[in-house]
């Protein structure tokens, strides 16, 4: 996604934050291409503190600070953490897009933003069901849309997701939002 914003966005200022070895060469890759995306290998989590990351993807592609199948866990490692409150302090709130897909921490960091009364125009955000009582988790995500709604934006359900290939956690089901703050004409 950043490969394209850049493509037909010359001037917009691109950051990204996720410790994953595949992201920072994904990131890599699309800087050798003259993308100049600015990466940090940190998580999100509104604590800033130093958490422990898991996966039960024996490719370790996909980690999350929520231990959600312990009986499964692949791999784990220590990895750094930083909240928007912070980034906001370092970089400002001049924020157009915000994309999050980070596993498991998407109640928080819904939250944090609209808290922070960011003047964001677009939050785009996977939102996993399967990580605790689905039915609590839906009722988060029924309260994390009408806070949107309270706030201004129009909520698209881009899709519904659920993964049973090999290797990935089996009937996880997934929604896909975009919240937008559309100027009105």
């Known amino acids: 996604m950043e490969?394209?914003?850049?493509?037909?966005?010359?001037?917009?200022?691109?950051?990204?934050?996720?410790?994953t070895p595949i992201s920072q060469a994904t990131i890599d890759k699309a800087n050798a291409k003259k993308a100049d995306i600015t990466h940090s290998n940190k998580a999100?989590?509104?604590?800033?503190?130093?958490?422990?990351f898991y996966t039960t993807d024996p490719t370790k592609r996909c980690y999350s600070l929520e231990n959600f199948d312990p009986d499964n866990l692949v791999h784990s490692y220590t990895v750094d953490c930083v909240s928007i409150k912070d980034i906001v302090a370092q970089l400002g709130d001049g924020v157009d897009l915000i994309k999050f897909d980070i596993e498991g921490r998407w109640y928080e960091i819904c939250n944090e933003i609209?808290?922070?009364e960011?003047?964001?125009?677009?939050?785009?955000?996977?939102?996993e069901m399967y990580?605790?009582?689905?039915?609590?988790?839906?009722?988060?995500?029924n309260l994390t849309i009408d806070r949107f709604k309270d706030n201004g934006y129009e909520?698209?359900?881009?899709?519904?997701?659920?993964?049973?290939?090999?290797?990935?956690i089996p009937n996880n089901p997934c929604?896909?939002?975009s919240f937008c703050k559309c100027q009105k004409k």
């Open 175 to 177: 929604v896909e939002l």
């Open 3 to 19: 490969e394209q914003i850049r493509k037909h966005n010359q001037n917009t200022k691109i950051y990204t934050w996720d410790p």
């Open 155 to 168: 909520v698209y359900c881009n899709r519904l997701l659920s993964e049973t290939n090999t290797g990935h």
């Open 131 to 141: 990580m605790g009582d689905t039915d609590t988790e839906f009722q988060k995500l």
């Open 44 to 52: 999100y989590d509104p604590k800033n503190k130093s958490l422990t």
């Open 114 to 116: 609209l808290d922070l």
């Open 118 to 127: 960011l003047p964001v125009k677009q939050v785009v955000g996977e939102f």
